[in-house]
């Protein structure tokens, strides 16, 4: 096959914001994930799954013949939002033991060289006044940082401590213990909000796992989208994301029961999104709840007034000045400037029910009355309002992605564009339960490249999920695993990362002669102010491709660089093998600043990077 990259012509003006993230809590991103939080049920806000709260992730100790308990206490609360505490009864301190609790963190806590970690935990006593003991110890018991809290009082105060392990390598298999070695210990000692933190991406307090930070900030994202998903549905309207739950002091979020089955501690919340997206840079996308639930009620149109409201309240917090009262609540939690919020999405994955019509004018109406510049985001086809952008969601087989390659060719170009808020290749078909392999990785990138020859309609795509935590999956694929140790790209990760970081301001049209679409589909593109042309190919096929490339219009140095990610279909990456499958950069000639042969290895994306005279 030939491709003729046409420079000779105008092409078509990309959206600048095509490449970014859709995040929500799911497979454990969120608690246990990029919420660098190290302790697991630190508030005793319900067990893992949503039930009654449980001790579960915490262990008694007991050293030297020293005799304690540990037990729930719902009789006495931090707080109003937290009505549970873990209460340590001391029987007896032996010379040289100690008594106390640990707790188990996430598969661990992570330890690692030259890093300091700050302990803190609410506390009170009803007669010993201290000192504590706060370590992080192997689950051998080797002390690796300790530190005291010299006294302790009858009502309950916030303590606050920093721990320096000295260690040379990482390790996890690692326990976070509090304790008393004090002969003269007894009686109760209650316990809450029990924290531990690393040191996060940005250093923002009650911020990210700094791995999981720079893993998303390698592809350059442009967006982001969250909170969900499902997870901002609710499975019933009462089980919803509220944002006015998420905000202000941790020990003031009571938590809620997530849609995918596992309790959110909502540690990581409104504020802490937009927080996020300041530091990757990216332009938030904040969807808010529109009335309709996972159980598939909808909330009738003569009810739905104060949900509205809740929103403009939401929106207040967001950009409202410090004179405004969210906006000076939003100022009390430590962010006094109004963020610059310009996307709104109504709802998720409302083509699922039959009510967005009503819902969707009730939120719009409401929205632009009070914010007429911000763009509004729909979720659901069927409105009679007036719809500036449109999400769609693709999660296909292989050849059904490689087939809407085209999907928005002959799109009409009408003043509507579309996110796509959320595709992924799902080997197996929809939804969830397939591989995060090579050949989906390809169809992902065929699937992309049709989106970025459309990125004068297709104004942002992202893959989803993003996050999963090994062995802790709701759904596969996703773009990024991890665990306590580690984080790793998948195949289609690497796509996202080329594609996303490697990005056009102008779209270019491609001739082919001598051949046609498939096993090869491409996209061209140019960046003006680094004189770059791009040209981006997947080859979904079994076998290797060859095809001459030229460039019509100005011509480029002679020498080229390609990044390359190929293997076999069924290829992956792991914690056991993170980097089986990445892209290779190399260097290529180019005969007389126009022309030259490519090699598209089988099952490969490949992105072209050519530079203009
Ligand atoms: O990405 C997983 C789920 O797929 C999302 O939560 C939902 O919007 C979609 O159905």
């Known amino acids: 096959i030939s491709l003729t990259i046409r420079q000779d012509i105008a092409g078509n003006v990309s959206f600048p914001t095509l490449y970014g993230y859709m995040y929500e809590d799911i497979n454990h991103s969120g608690d246990g994930g990029i919420y660098a939080e190290m302790i697991r049920n630190r508030a005793f806000q319900m067990n893992d799954t949503g039930g009654a709260p449980d001790l579960a992730h915490y262990s008694s100790v007991n050293g030297g013949g020293s005799s304690s308990t540990i037990k729930l206490d719902s009789a006495v609360p931090l707080n109003d939002v937290l009505t549970h505490t873990l209460r340590l009864d001391i ?17 661990g806590i992570r330890i690692q060289p030259g ?65 008393t070695s004090s002969t003269n210990a007894s009686g109760s000692i209650w316990f809450d909000v029990i924290s531990l933190f690393p040191p996060t991406f940005k250093n923002r307090a009650n911020g990210l796992r700094t791995d999981l930070g720079q893993i998303l900030a390698d592809t350059k994202p442009s967006f982001f989208r969250f909170p969900g998903g499902n997870n901002i549905e609710g499975v019933n309207a009462q089980s919803r994301w509220k944002w006015n739950e998420t905000i202000g002091p941790i020990e003031t979020r009571p938590g809620r029961l997530g849609d995918w089955g596992y309790m959110n501690t909502d540690g990581q919340g409104l504020l802490e999104y937009l927080e996020m997206c ?23 149109e003569a009810d739905l007034g104060p949900y509205v409201q809740d929103t403009l309240n939401e929106l207040e917090y967001v950009m409202g000045s410090t004179k405004t009262k969210y906006g000076a609540l939003r100022a009390s939690h430590g962010h006094a400037e109004p ?20 819902r969707y004018k009730a939120w719009y109406t409401a ?33 059904d992605m490689v087939a809407d390659y085209n999907k928005y060719d002959n799109h009409p170009r009408n003043g509507t564009t579309i996110m796509v808020g959320e595709y992924a290749t799902n080997i197996n078909g929809c939804c969830g339960t397939s591989p995060a392999n090579v050949q989906a990785a390809v169809a992902d990138a065929v699937f992309a490249s049709g989106l970025e020859r459309n990125s004068d309609l297709v104004q942002f ?13 709701q759904w596969n694929p996703d773009l990024i695993g991890f665990n306590t140790e580690q984080v790793w790209g998948t195949p289609s990760y690497y796509v996202q990362q080329m594609w996303s970081a490697n990005r056009a301001d102008m779209i270019l049209q491609v001739d082919a002669a001598n051949g046609n679409l498939g096993p090869l589909y491409w996209v061209a593109g140019s960046k003006n102010s680094t ?83």
């Open 91 to 107: 029987t007896q301190v032996k010379q040289g033991g100690r008594a106390g609790f640990s707790n188990e963190g996430w598969e």
């Open 115 to 179: 890093e300091k970690y700050m302990a803190s935990f609410f506390a009170k006593s009803s007669k010993y006044t201290g000192p504590l003991t706060v370590s992080i110890e192997s689950s051998s018991g080797t002390v690796l940082a300790k530190a005291t809290v010299p006294s302790i009082g009858s009502s309950f105060k916030k303590y606050t401590i920093e721990l320096a392990p000295s260690v040379k390598t990482t390790t996890t298999d690692n326990v976070f213990v509090i304790s």
């Open 278 to 300: 300041e530091d990757l840079n990216m332009e938030p996308v904040l969807a808010v709840w529109a009335g309709y639930s996972l159980d598939q009620k909808s909330i009738a």
């Open 339 to 358: 963020f610059d919020l310009k996307y709104v999405e109504v709802g998720n994955e409302d083509f699922f029910s039959t009510t967005y019509d009503y």
């Open 367 to 399: 929205i632009k009355k009070a914010y007429p510049k911000l763009q509004i985001i729909a979720t659901g086809g069927e409105t009679s309002s007036p719809m500036e952008t449109l999400d769609d969601h693709y999660y296909l087989s292989g050849p």
């Open 461 to 473: 795509a992202a893959y989803a999920p993003t996050f999963t935590r090994d062995g802790q999956a």
């Open 531 to 613: 004189k770059q042309v791009f040209l981006k190919v997947a080859n979904y096929g079994s076998s290797s491709q060859t095809a001459s490339i030229n460039l019509k219009g100005s011509r480029v140095h002679s020498q080229g660089v390609s990044i390359v990610l190929s293997g076999g279909v069924n290829d992956t990456n792991s914690a056991a093998s993170p980097k089986n499958v990445v892209p290779k950069t190399s260097t290529f000639n180019i005969a007389g600043g126009n022309t030259f042969n490519f090699t598209f290895p089988a099952w490969s994306a490949s992105v072209l990077l050519l530079h203009n005279m």
